[in-house]
């Protein structure tokens, strides 16, 4: 499922939700081309801001390797305390809270969690 929120300066967020990933034949690409056009029209009414320090914000969560780890990689047998791509996998609830704070204080546009 993907929502759309209309904002008073005409712009649109479009976002979809853990459930999209949840169904049969869910598709990464589906609604890109809208959200390309969507990114065209607002970059030339407007300068869009992009997320911030996605680092800084899971320090913010003081993780301990057990919280790199999560329950999907319990066993793996190297260190991942400071992996923050595996968040994306291990605890992609954080991946989305920080992108939603991003989102939540006026940024356009987040950007993946991948640092290497």
């Not at 997320?51 to 913010?60: S, V």
């Not at 999907?72 to 260190?79: E, I, P």
């Not at 991946?95 to 939540?104: E, G, M, Q």
Request: charged share 30%.
């Amino acid at each position: 499922m993907t929502t759309k929120r209309q904002f008073s300066d005409g712009s649109v967020l479009i976002r979809g939700t853990d459930n999209d990933r949840s169904r049969a034949g869910w598709n990464p690409v589906a609604g890109r081309p809208e959200r390309i056009e969507e990114l065209k029209r607002l970059l030339k009414s407007r300068i869009l801001v992009l997320d911030g320090a996605m680092g800084t914000m899971i320090q913010d969560y003081k993780l301990d390797e057990e919280g790199f780890r999560g329950h999907r990689f319990a066993d793996h047998a190297c260190l991942q305390k400071g992996n923050n791509d595996l968040l994306s996998l291990s605890r992609p609830e954080i991946v989305i809270a920080v992108h939603s704070a991003y989102l939540d204080a006026g940024a356009d546009i987040v950007e993946t969690n991948t640092f290497n």
